[in-house]
């Protein structure tokens, strides 16, 4: 094994197993993925290190196991359709893309979308398509969702990403009055008109910035 595949591994062990991350396809994913592709240069060597690292524009990529948590819960099946919001570097769309059939993945600056499609096609990644929108409002000409993976905070869950979720299917998103601290919900889609929500606790994620979200990123 080369030195990726073998912090890969470690990581998965120690940062994901450890900790309660059972998802048998899910720790596949992410002992697949070459996360090392997904951050900026500088950062390399970390690329592995337990915590979010900076991508540049105010924006991180999120600690492994936060992704593989999000993931885990979202419980996606090889046929769904998945929107993330929040594309960042890429790096949590090439692990849903092992998990799910289609990802559709939106970043509200140019700069980032530009950057995670460059790391994407580097990672082999062919069934995601990253959009550059206002991530609050999700993407209803592709709605609905089987689960819907938010990669920043909210002061509150967004309606319009409640209505394009599919009946049975899951949200994932930190809300929180504060733009550093939320906790992290998880909203499970019941009928049209009712929804289950479980609080996993504490979180800190960069704010979401939108029409339904924060009004900036300050």
């Known amino acids: 094994m080369d030195q990726w595949t073998t912090a890969r591994a470690e990581t998965v062990e120690q940062q994901l197993h450890r900790r309660g991350i059972s998802d048998k396809r899910v720790l596949a994913a992410m002992a697949s993925v070459p996360r090392h ?5 500088s950062q390399v060597n970390r690329a592995y290190w337990d915590g979010p690292l900076s991508i540049g524009y105010g924006q991180t990529i ?14 996606i099946s090889e046929n769904a359709k998945v929107l993330e919001i929040g594309a960042g ?7 849903l893309e092992n998990l799910a059939h ?3 993945s939106i970043d509200r600056l140019q700069e980032l979308v530009s950057l995670s499609r460059e790391n994407l096609k580097r990672a082999g990644c062919r069934n995601v398509e990253v959009i550059c929108a206002d991530g609050t409002l999700g993407c209803p000409a592709e709605a609905p969702f089987d689960a819907i993976a938010v ?9 319009s990403l409640k209505k394009q979720l599919k009946v049975g299917g899951r949200l994932v998103i930190p809300v ?8 992290l ?13 479980d609080n996993l606790g ?11 979200g924060w009004t900036d990123a300050g």
């Open 37 to 41: 592709i997904f951050v900026p240069e």
């Open 62 to 75: 999120s600690q492994p196991y936060v992704v593989a948590l999000t993931c885990e819960l979202l419980e």
């Open 89 to 95: 570097s890429g790096y949590a769309a090439a692990v």
């Open 102 to 104: 289609k990802v559709i």
């Open 151 to 159: 990669a920043a905070g909210a002061p509150a869950v967004p309606d």
């Open 176 to 183: 929180g009055r504060s733009k550093r601290q939320q906790d």
């Open 185 to 197: 919900i998880r909203i499970e889609r019941l009928s049209e008109t009712e929804f289950k929500t």
């Open 202 to 212: 504490a979180v800190a994620y960069v704010p979401l910035v939108g029409a339904e």
